[in-house]
């Protein structure tokens, strides 16, 4: 082949794979501009006031909005009995959300330069910015204890599937009476089967608070198996109590938890079903969800819980009875991260 031909050819892949990247740059653009554009049949959004104080305009929800428009990814509330009717925007964009006691907890991305980057933001009732700190990694879980002084949030490090078995996650603590900042949930003293325990490869994500605003439960992680610890925060521990659990959520009167759980025999990329576990007695309770759920439910009363499956505008959110009966119900289209006020 002569030098002549191949620089012809180099030139020809070099005109053709930049055609490719300018299609992809465009069609990336296009998506992005359609996002911003009214979808025809959703939800009607408008901008307006929305706070997260409890009994004002009724028992309301207030959620990540994901219906395509200007909206989109705005914190929005509806009227509780009418979860998709319209819905008021805040102009406030949330990743991750979660509000207890008039205090909410807003994992944020900021835009600009050659890559994304993250905060955590703590709002008061009126969603004013209180104070902000720097993630390390992509946000993925985020509660407010229910009396407003903890927040907790969980952020992947290294954009690691969180449907893999090999990722890494960090799970940070404030208290936001005191200012106290717990980087990594990782510091904590870990009780194993009853023993000191400390490996490289611990893992937090998932934390539940009790309404003691000192227990929480969360997620441990560690030789390739997920563990359901309880910790506490004055004392800086965390003690295993039961194998094979993901993102636990506590009941409001603080007697069960439910959960994702790995079953065996099922797809790799749709592995979780959904649990409630009775604490005082260990026994476990498949919920009426036959479908892999990966989120950290809400409860919505003492009898019901929320949570999130794909939907075609980013998620839907779904309702399921805590006890095992009935079956699932789509709550409202369009919808992520809710908090039920009232």
Same mark, same amino acid.
């Given at each position: 082949?002569?030098?002549?031909?191949?620089?012809?050819?180099?030139?020809?892949?070099?005109?053709?794979?930049?055609?490719?990247?300018?299609?992809?740059?465009?069609?990336?653009?296009?998506?992005?501009?359609?996002?911003?554009?009214?979808?025809?049949?959703?939800?009607?959004?408008?901008?307006?006031?929305?706070?997260?104080?409890?009994?004002?305009?009724?028992?309301?929800?207030?959620?990540?909005?994901?219906?395509?428009?200007?909206?989109?990814?705005?914190?929005?509330?509806?009227?509780?009995?009418?979860?998709?009717?319209?819905?008021?925007?805040?102009?406030?964009?949330?990743?991750?959300?979660?509000?207890?006691?008039?205090?909410?907890?807003?994992?944020?991305?900021?835009?600009?330069?050659?890559?994304?980057?993250?905060?955590?933001?703590?709002?008061?009732?009126?969603?004013?910015?209180?104070?902000?700190?720097?993630?390390?990694?992509?946000?993925?879980?985020?509660?407010?204890?229910?009396?407003?002084?903890?927040?907790?949030?969980?952020?992947?490090?290294?954009?690691?599937?969180?449907?893999?078995?090999?990722?890494?996650?960090?799970?940070?603590?404030?208290?936001?009476?005191?200012?106290?900042?717990?980087?990594?949930?990782?510091?904590?003293?870990?009780?194993?089967?009853?023993?000191?325990?400390?490996?490289?490869?611990?893992?937090?994500?998932?934390?539940?608070?009790?309404?003691?605003?000192?227990?929480?439960?969360?997620?441990?992680?560690?030789?390739?198996?997920?563990?359901?610890?309880?910790?506490?925060?004055?004392?800086?521990?965390?003690?295993?109590?039961?194998?094979?659990?993901?993102?636990?959520?506590?009941?409001?009167?603080?007697?069960?938890?439910?959960?994702?759980?790995? &079953? *065996?025999?099922?797809?790799?990329? +749709? $592995?979780? /079903? %959904?649990? #409630?576990?009775? =604490? !005082?007695?260990?026994?476990?309770?498949?919920?009426?969800?036959?479908?892999?759920?990966?989120?950290?439910?809400?409860?919505?009363?003492?009898?019901?819980?929320?949570?999130?499956?794909?939907?075609?505008?980013?998620?839907?959110?779904?309702? &399921? *009875?805590?006890?095992?009966?009935? +079956? $699932?119900? /789509? %709550?409202? #289209?369009?919808? =992520? !991260?809710?908090?039920?006020?009232?």
């Amino acid at each position: 082949m002569t030098l002549q031909r191949r620089i012809l050819i180099l030139v020809s892949a070099v005109v053709f794979l930049a055609a490719v990247g300018a299609l992809a740059v465009v069609r990336a653009s296009s998506r992005a501009e359609e996002k911003n554009r009214t979808q025809a049949g959703g939800p009607p959004v408008e901008r307006g006031e929305v706070t997260l104080d409890r009994g004002r305009a009724g028992a309301r929800i207030v959620f990540r909005n994901m219906a395509w428009g200007p909206h989109r990814d705005e914190l929005a509330t509806a009227a509780a009995g009418a979860p998709d009717g319209p819905r008021t925007a805040s102009g406030v964009s949330c990743l991750r959300f979660h509000s207890a006691a008039g205090t909410g907890i807003c994992l944020q991305a900021v835009k600009g330069g050659v890559q994304d980057t993250y905060r955590a933001v703590v709002l008061d009732a009126r969603l004013h910015e209180v104070s902000a700190r720097p993630l390390a990694g992509i946000p993925t879980r985020a509660r407010v204890s229910p009396g407003g002084r903890f927040a907790a949030w969980t952020v992947f490090v290294g954009g690691d599937s969180y449907a893999g078995t090999n990722f890494s996650t960090r799970t940070s603590l404030l208290d936001l009476r005191t200012g106290r900042f717990d980087a990594s949930l990782e510091d904590f003293a870990i009780r194993k089967d009853g023993k000191a325990y400390r490996n490289a490869d611990v893992n937090f994500w998932g934390v539940t608070f009790a309404a003691d605003e000192r227990t929480f439960y969360a997620t441990l992680a560690t030789g390739g198996r997920t563990h359901l610890v309880r910790g506490d925060v004055a004392e800086r521990t965390v003690t295993t109590l039961r194998e094979n659990v993901e993102c636990p959520s506590l009941s409001p009167d603080g007697t069960r938890l439910v959960f994702k759980k790995r &079953v *065996p025999g099922l797809s790799a990329d +749709a $592995p979780w /079903r %959904l649990y #409630a576990l009775d =604490l !005082a007695s260990m026994r476990e309770t498949p919920l009426a969800e036959d479908r892999s759920v990966d989120d950290q439910v809400v409860w919505r009363d003492g009898r019901t819980v929320v949570y999130s499956l794909p939907g075609d505008f980013g998620a839907d959110l779904y309702t &399921v *009875p805590a006890d095992g009966t009935g +079956a $699932p119900v /789509r %709550l409202m #289209a369009s919808a =992520l !991260a809710p908090a039920f006020l009232g």
